[in-house]
């Protein structure tokens, strides 16, 4: 929702899919078209459909807290996967999805958290094989819902940390606007750097 506003807020279109249609008039009110589909369901034709004619994609759906293993895999791992799919069918070069740290398909564990880490990790490995997307994988540490700073620390590695959804939003928006970081996998949490900058080194590197 954060970068549906910054989008449409600099008179670009913005259109987010959504499963629940209820959702629809706060995608409206920020700005967005609505798109109503389940990725747990919907074929790969039609997310195709969705995004054709999209300069770039961001994928950022989750199966959310208090959802099982089962359900972490359809969502964290299988949505992603069709949707960069349907990015790829779609000619859709640009893609930005957004992960999390600690990301592995290898992790190990029998929690449900563990689960999650290994379907995000699956997805970031399918998304990567896909020779004709221009891919950028961010893992944000831990989310909270404080005011964006604007400053950050963007690097492949950073360590844990936590950093606000808005300033998430922002180096998403950056992100899209600098394929120079098509390519690279890189970790998120609040910084000393503002955003423009962070992005701007992590892409001469």
Avoid: C
């Avoid at 592995?104 to 896909?130: Q, T």
């Amino acid at each position: 929702m954060r970068l549906e506003h910054l989008i449409a807020a600099r008179g670009d279109e913005a259109v987010g899919i959504i499963r629940d249609p209820e959702q629809a008039e706060d995608l409206r009110a920020a700005g967005a078209d609505p798109a109503v589909h389940d990725l747990e369901s919907a074929s790969v034709d039609e997310i195709a459909e969705v995004l054709r004619g999209a300069d770039a994609a961001v994928f950022a759906a989750g199966a959310g807290p208090g959802s099982g293993a089962a359900r972490k895999d359809t969502v964290d791992r299988g949505a992603a996967v069709l949707f960069a799919d349907a990015a790829e069918r779609a000619g859709v070069r640009r893609l930005v999805v957004v992960s999390s740290m600690g990301a592995d398909p290898d992790h190990h564990g029998d929690e449900v958290f563990d689960a999650y880490l290994r379907a995000k990790g699956a997805a970031d490995a399918y998304v990567r094989s896909h020779a004709h997307l221009d891919w950028t994988i961010l893992r944000p540490g831990m989310l909270t819902n404080d005011p964006g700073t604007g400053l950050v620390r963007l690097e492949a590695k950073t360590g844990r940390g936590s950093v606000p959804r808005d300033d998430v939003a922002t180096v998403l928006l950056e992100l899209i606007d600098t394929p120079a970081t098509a390519g690279l996998t890189l970790e998120l949490i609040s910084g000393h750097v503002p955003v423009s900058v962070a992005v701007k080194d992590i892409a001469g590197n």
